[in-house]
């Protein structure tokens, strides 16, 4: 199974579900020396960072670039694509079509969570959900153009009022009839949401393109209640050819939670 470690560079993400927050060349080492197969990146803009760089620690490290996150246009410039503000959804799909075109310098897709928002005050659930499907649209649309798929990640009912369970998300992508969108599939949140992990995953494996492996507690499978056995079986069975991703909490230490993480994807 192919493996991701995330790596976060956004200072407002600090005490997020990130495993590694050092400087990038520290992270790509350390991710290689845990066994991971790829890096997801977390970064505060598309420019933080020079393409030439990245495709140079990848080179020198043999790691793919897994996802991109786009989460940091959400915690550092509070732009989501369900804005009441035409302007605020506009910066918000540019800064993602932006992070799109900065993955697929790697062929990574990038990922949308927590900029897809919240209905509420001026904004009705409908209307909430056209404005997701229209950026969904265009950025699904952009993403082709470029040889990348992207990500939609529905989250807990905590973190978003939109869509929060995958069976919903694949539903909306096909009525909407979205193109080149595929979910991410994230178990922390699929712990609060669903009746069953697997009957969620078995449901929908078609439009599963990631998953975000973490435990109901939110650290690495194995330090909270989840059981993995059933879950990689099924994975195996399916075929899934994805990324298991550690968009985990770095506890008891970063070092450990990477170390488990590698030790629960095995059968
Ligand atoms: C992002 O991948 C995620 O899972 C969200 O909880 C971030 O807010
Ligand atoms: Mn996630």
Known sequence: MKTAVTLCRVTEAATGPFV?????????????????????LFLPDA??????????LQAQHSLEIAAIGTGAGMVKHGLSLTDADPAARKKALDFILALVDFGAEFSAPAILGSM????GGLVGKEQALTYLAESLRIIGCHAK???VTFLYEPLNRYETNLLNTIGDAAAFIQSRQLDNIKILADLFHMNIEEKSLELAIADNIEAIGHIHFADSNRRAIGFGHTDRIPLLLLLHQLQYQGYLSAEILPLPSAEEAAAQFILSTQL
């Open 20 to 40: 590694f927050h050092d400087k990038l060349p520290l992270g790509f080492a350390k991710a290689v020396q845990h066994g991971f197969t790829a890096v997801e």
């Open 47 to 56: 420019d933080a960072v020079s393409i030439d760089e990245i495709k140079q």
């Open 116 to 119: 897809q928002g919240k209905y």
């Open 145 to 147: 153009a470029r040889g």
